[in-house]
């Protein structure tokens, strides 16, 4: 069977991999001249690759770290201890450790135990999910943990990552983090610990590009697909789009298309859920259907707004800072070099100055100077010292379909992976469930895909198997 699967990203390479390992062709088309999707990286000097978004494992990630063993690139992972910040009131305090919990002054003595009680029970007896997924954590949290909880902890990190939804995000969400991330019974209680990659995520990007050319198959990088259309016998033309046709944006009908369209029996698009709607032709996209895609749409997704900067030295203590005051102008501050240190980047120092925001966002539109004269005021709270002397480089990005946005009941929203014409299915951050979407998680959906492709292929890839 030979495949196309539009996408670089973790599921799209994995997918490919996965088809290769199973004796079937498949060829990536990929908008972005680089690999790794929305973990893809940057050459920051040097020859130092950085991820455009903040990307780490935690050790519980088993899919991911499992592949890199197949791949025989697991002794590139490295864990690194990790250290958690909280900004609140105007002031930044430790929050990493059980201990620390407890001396959070913005809650009172009584509330802080109540929220760790609440937290070691859920991890400890909570082991079903369905109970909490018609649940909104304010529901849960204000009940579990008290309104305190709410007001200072959980109710401002969420309303920077989901805005004016905040209140309506389900408990689901919540109970995988707390669930999946940290156990406070393990060797974890003190000291939360998580996974790095030494040569950053591109080690296992290029890995899998690696095998897919070894098993056959092909990876098409600055090469994307502009137009996906079926033919009268049942399998699929891809039309390729012209390299540099990232620098039109991502909508695929903007694309200028080259060449003669390539033959498949079937298509994996990992892509978001309007790209992927984009690329078919009316005939295809009418034959999904409505059902299909007003299912898969009303999904909302935030954006990412990434500030990647290198400084000339430590900006604050921590690996991660949730930044919980609402008068800020960013959700949180990630200073890699507090993970891994400075000594492997040649002593340089970079952090990310993170955002999550709804599409159509007036902050989404501006250019760099305008975002530093946004945050640079929250920047000095957090650390009076700075100064814009220390910034040596900096570089801006955006991800139109970062954060899919989890309301009550989302498993009933979420689509599946085949569309209902046969041979063609999608896999994208919308169907990781209840986890959090995440590269670890991107290994699991190009795994299920994959499965759900081999268990029922395209007439046209068995009776083209039937000649042979």
Known sequence: MKVAVLGAGVAGLTAAYRLGRNGHEAVVYERWPGLGGQAATIDVGDGVRLERYYHALVTTDREIVELCEELGIGDELATWPSSLGMFYGGRLYPFTSPLDLLRYRPMSPLARLRMGFAVFMLQRRAHELEPFERLTIKEWVEDNMGHQAWETVWGPMLRGKFGDQAGDISMSWLWAKLRTRRQLDRDQAKEEKLVYPRGSFEVIFRRLEERIHELGGRVLIDHPAARVERTG????????????????????????????????????????????????????????????????????????????????????????TNVADEDMRFIG??????????????????????????????????????????????????????????????????????????????????????????????????QVYPEDRGTNYAVREADEVVEALLSRPPASATAALGTR
């Open 333 to 430: 501050l990630i200073e890699l070099t507090n993970l891994v240190g400075p000594e492997h980047y040649g002593g340089r120092h970079f952090m990310y100055v993170a955002n999550y925001l709804p599409r159509g966002h007036e902050w989404l539109s501006l250019d760099m100077e305008e975002l530093w004269e946004l945050y640079e005021p929250g920047l000095c709270r957090i650390n009076p010292d700075f100064s814009r002397d220390w910034v040596k480089q900096s570089w801006r990005f955006r991800e139109p379909a970062a954060q899919p946005v989890v309301l009550p009941n989302y498993r009933d929203r979420m689509p599946p992976y085949e569309t209902g014409v046969p041979g063609l299915l999608m896999a994208n951050t919308t």
């Open 233 to 320: 016998e049942g399998d699929f033309l891809v039309h390729a789009g012209a390299s540099d046709s990232f620098r039109r944006g991502h909508d695929p009908r903007e694309f200028d298309v080259v060449g003669e369209p390539e033959r498949y029996d079937a298509v994996i698009g990992a892509l978001p859920t309007d790209i992927f709607e984009q690329l078919l032709d009316p005939a295809l996209r009418d034959e999904v259907g409505d059902a299909y895609f007003g299912r898969a749409n009303s999904i909302e997704c935030f954006e990412a707004l990434s500030l990647l900067v290198e400084v000339d030295r430590q900006f604050h203590p921590y690996f991660w």
